[in-house]
């Protein structure tokens, strides 16, 4: 019971930073910063999916837990990096459609949307809720991010920090699903990634740019 | 059977992957095209079993066999004419060969993934299928180098993510509802009774938002314009053939789990509304189109919207309808995207008011694309007209008036709009004088074979095809 309990408010506090690591993603000013924001964000969820793993036991939530950590807190923010380093001036100033201040309400908007939503969902509780709470508005911040951003690697970050989000949700909710979908699904994501990325730096060799509002010709 | 048919494109792919000569990639690839649809057809023949095959984690019913015979048949003519074209392409644009080694692999992991889609009863490894078709099809839309063909690829991948993410988010939820840590759709449909339904109906929103961005629904739609005029012509069949058809798949699969548990009112209603403002918008865009390519795709946007209609309607009839249509439509905008490809290979544009004559400058183009686009418009003699006026007779016995006027009143409108520039291209004189014929043989067969069956379902539906398609029908659920 204690050893519940004690993991029921490791999960509330772990959502609860989870959080708060998207909103660093969205007032994030550089490139790269965008890129911590998301690293550090997979590392709360490996660590969520880690406390589930000890306090139920489950072999499979431990690879799991893994297989976020080197995919998504490694792997993919190096990819990222590498991207950026190679084509992008990382330090810059980024341009967005929506500034700070607005970015920000917005978000906290969602975030009581997401709560909203989320909170009348039955059999469920406190710390899975919070959880819950937490993925499902880092999702929406997510995407939002990704229409308030001009350029195309934090929008792929928005894209990145959103399908964190789901993952969060997921272990709120349905933990004990079969491994093999989630690997087929972390496959799509690096799969994705790299794609991504090749179509950054051509974009750049292109335009000279990754602002993708100077990528517009097609209308109508 | 399934193995064999989920294994076939991977084979094909690795073969691409060593780097062969080229008539060994295009050896494979064609394999590959005639190996699907051979297994499909004998899957459509095998009516013994009810259509049922399982093996593993692939398994197959009536819906399944449904999809796959026109995944194939869509596979089929675009691998054919996918050789003429980079033939045609490499002689105008001196192709680079590493691009065409790329071009082949990717094309048959394309198939494959799509093959993979609809033989699966897991939604799970339905989702990972569908983004991987995205996935393996990104590169072919920038398969022409060009700053257009970029911004399309990338609006495509991202966007079709982000409907991918809520899609996943659906199918967790209804899992979630379900209580039971699986993803098979057998068992989640036996549960939907007992779901709650709050979560269910959020559940089918997030899917329907979620495949319908995959599928071209509006408002989702923005990229498939983009995605589906800048590929390649071969690329394009396949992406407006067969691959928005997969997402129409899984929209099905999860309507009938919202049907079992929340009743026909809730999917009905929105996939009604769904399916009429597609229509509506591309209905509209079709009268303005100023490119050939962007026209076609925008006609893929009002098929879809007719599908969803008809699958809103949900009776035997408008179901029988539906699948028809669907299989109509994907043979037909094929087609149509093949002979596109032949008038961009001659004329070397796609605006619609720098092609003339192509009836003079290419003949059996000029009257495919002729023939193609009035079956598109819904006319008869071709396989659209008929599914499209059981769809109409459907709606109308089921007393549900208004969205059969807007039905009709919205096709009517698309018709105008696809006419008017058919006209246009289609008869005359080229504005300078161009050599006459095809381009080559590979790219005038497909033509002809597509032809023939768009023209075949509009004048009869044959009696085994009849029984696949209630069978199907059963397997979705009638209202």
Redesign the interface.
Known sequence: MFHSLVAGRLVDSLATLFLISTFASVVARQMMGCVYAYATQSLLLTAVALTLAVVTGAPHLYLLAGLAFFVKALFIPWLLKRTIHDSVHEKRELSFYFGMPASLITSGILVVVAWA?TS????LGAAALAALNAGVGT?LIG?WT?ISRRE?VP??VG?LC??NG?MM??LA??A???L??EI??L??LV??VL??GI?VR??VA??RTTD?AK????R? | MLLAIALLPLAAALVCLVRPPRPVMEGATLANATGILVIASLMVAGRWAGWNLSYGFLSADALSVWFLFLVGVVTFLASLHSVGYLRGDARHENGRPQRYHLYYVLWNVFTGTMVLAVLTRNLGLLWIAIEATTLASAFLVWFHDRPETLEAAWKYVLLTSVGSLLALLGTFLVVFAAGAPTLDWTVLRAAAPRMAPGVLQLAFVLALVGYGTKAGYAPMHTWLPDAHSQAPSPVSALLSGAEINTAVYAIMRFRSIALAGLGPAFPSRLLLGFGLFSLALAAFFLLVQKDYKRMLAYSSIEHMGIIAVGLSLGGPLALAGTLWQVFNHAVAKATLFLTSGNILLKYRTSRITEVRGVLTAMPFSGAVFLAGGLALTGLPPFGPFLSEFTIFSAAFRQHLVAAGVALVLLITLALAGLIKWLNRMVFGYPWEPLPAGENNWWTTLPLGLGLFLVLVPGLVWPGWAQALAAAAAGVMGVN
């Open positions: 939503a009348n969902l039955p059999n999702i995407l990704m195309a929008q792929v894209l959103a399908e789901l949700a997921a909710t349905v004990d699903l079969p093999i979908t087929g699904i496959l799509d799969a994705g794609i991504m179509l051509h974009m292109v335009g993708t990528f517009q010709r097609l109508g």
